[in-house]
């Protein structure tokens, strides 16, 4: 964990191999001592995050951007600062370690058209995945949203946008959600569609043909969430963590299993995490990294691990304690250098809106990261020497908790060791090694206890949380029918007015009517006599 000694081979211009040794920070050639080191392989820093001297203009702070990595270059679009949504391309470039921005144009759909002048759409809550050497970008949220999600796809080497044509049913607009690659597709699920709206859809895009399904699955699906993280393993099952919805944040573990279509609540082992929403994970070998996010009172400042071939969850802690970072809607991504595993961070929100990269530096191998497990006198390093991908049929399967269990279960190879620093003459002597024994024993024996303390007042608290999120949910439903309630309440007053107002003109009508009647009546009588006048007066003034 605390080692800061690599060994690198090094062409010189005569392209003959050196080997160099990296100590504190600085490359030392047994032969030439000239030669430094470049890039990301100048942070020496293992097991622990640093932030990453760059040069160049720095981009603005955001969060809620995408990045990916392609050929040596961080790419990050997109994001949202001030509630404004931004649109532009920022590159860092691992090698020089300099930011840069791009003037992306969007290709016209018109084949004699050239390239268009016009930028994409500012947008948040996206998603950025490497395809070969270009990016794909899909969903997001944006000022004019539109009624299904596009495929945006960018190519690095021309600077220029493109939309991919797909076909089948496209998934509804959305923001938040989490898009994985899983094979040669991409899985979309959940996130915030249209009017604030959670989702729980399952949407898989074949890259091959562009054409999307939406599957039916069994088992109890996560429920409506976004801002969640979602990870690939063995390239057939699909993890979704944490997230949140319009009142609370989620700590659980789902499991999809692509070709059962399956979903599952896999049994989990290690530390207990923090509900989360809006953090960030990347994988590297069989453990899934995570960093960020909150949950409605605070950021949460740990950087989690998940081995994900026997479900432990854990904390990656640095000897020297820095901290990682905690920033809500921060990007993560993974970048291999000569065979050694970087995670780079950049942005995101902790009450002021960030714009730095930091660096995570991973020195042990991906297959045998040490799960740190801290204790008041003793730093216990487990190991696990499993490589097989998960067997369906232990996918579920019921194990034993805390340190205990793991002890026990020696098929999985499982080892402690314990970490001294020691002299050869100290380690040969029986009577040390003997009260070592006894101590690490008695230490064991109270780890034990202690967890299935916590084991017992988790599950105690997680019932209380299911508890309060089931009482949240019926609040609200409760809350929506008293509203729909009132609602219909007023309709049928208001139909009820409505009828009585009709009854009233249809009255109205009716003695209209009748007097229009009774007027017509008069006015034919009236029209007689007026008739017959006339000639009376004519007869008498001839006859008098």
Not at 461 to 482: F, G, H, I, M, Y
């Amino acid at each position: 964990m605390a080692s800061a000694k690599v060994l690198h081979p090094v062409k010189s211009a005569s392209e003959e191999s050196k080997v160099v040794v990296v100590e504190n920070g600085k490359m030392v050639d047994v032969q030439d001592k000239e030669i430094t080191m470049e890039g990301l392989c100048s942070i020496s820093s293992y097991d622990q995050w640093a932030r990453i001297p760059v040069s160049g203009p720095l981009p603005k702070p955001r969060y809620k951007h995408a990045a990916a990595v392609v050929q040596e270059k961080m790419y990050v679009f997109g994001g949202n600062h001030n509630g404004r949504y931004l649109g532009d391309m920022q590159v860092l470039d691992f090698k020089s370690l300099s930011w840069s921005k791009l003037e992306a144009k969007i290709q016209s759909e018109e084949p004699s058209d050239l390239t268009g002048t016009a930028s994409l759409p500012p947008c948040a809550g996206h998603a950025l995945v490497p395809w070969g050497n270009k990016i794909l970008c899909l969903a997001g949220h944006t000022r004019e949203p539109t009624e299904s999600l596009s495929v945006k796809e960018f190519d690095p080497q021309i600077c220029t946008w493109s939309t991919l044509r797909t076909y089948g049913r496209s998934p509804s607009s959305r923001g938040g959600q989490s898009v994985t690659l899983v094979g040669g597709t991409l899985v979309v699920f959940g996130g915030e569609g249209d009017g604030r709206s959670l989702l729980n859809d399952l949407h898989v895009l074949d890259l091959e043909t562009m054409t999307w399904d939406e599957f039916e699955t069994t088992g109890t699906p996560p429920s409506p969430r976004s801002e969640h993280a979602a990870a690939c393993y063995a390239d057939r099952y699909l993890l979704i963590f944490g997230g949140g919805s319009h009142s609370t944040c989620f700590s659980d573990l789902h499991l999809l299993d692509m070709q059962t279509m399956e979903w599952s609540r896999p049994e989990h082992q290690g530390i207990t995490p923090e509900p989360r929403a809006g953090h960030a994970g990347v994988t590297v070998g069989e453990n899934w990294f995570i960093t960020g996010g909150g949950n409605n009172k605070k950021g949460v400042p740990e950087t989690l691990v998940l081995n994900m071939s026997t479900f432990v969850w854990s904390v990656v802690t640095g000897l020297e304690g820095r901290a990682p970072p905690t920033s809500e809607g921060s990007s993560l991504v993974l970048h291999k250098v000569n065979g050694e595993d970087f995670l780079v961070s950049f942005g995101g929100y902790s009450g002021r809106y960030s714009n730095e990269a930091c660096l995570f530096h991973q020195f042990s191998s991906p297959d045998a990261y040490p799960c740190i497990l801290l204790n008041s006198s003793l730093i216990y390093s487990l190991k696990s020497s499993r490589k097989s991908g998960v067997p369906s049929g232990q996918l579920n399967e019921p194990e034993t908790n805390g340190l205990a269990s793991v002890a026990e279960n020696s098929s999985r190879g499982v080892i402690f060791e314990i970490e001294e620093l020691q002299d050869e003459k100290t380690i040969k002597r029986a009577d040390t090694s003997k009260t070592l024994l006894q101590a690490v024993k008695g230490e064991k024996s109270h780890i034990e206890e202690k967890l299935n303390q916590e084991e017992l007042q988790s599950s105690r608290l997680k019932q209380e949380l299911a508890n309060v999120e089931t009482k949240n949910e019926l609040d609200l439903v409760r809350n929506q029918l008293s509203a729909e309630e009132a609602r219909a309440s007023q309709l049928e007053n208001e139909i009820s007015d409505l009828q009585q107002r009709l009854q009233k003109m249809e009255t109205l009508e009716k003695e209209s009517e009748s007097l229009r009647l009774e007027k017509d009546a008069e006015s034919d009588d009236s029209s007689s006599g007026s008739n017959q006048r006339p000639a009376d007066k004519g007869f008498w003034r001839w006859n008098g």
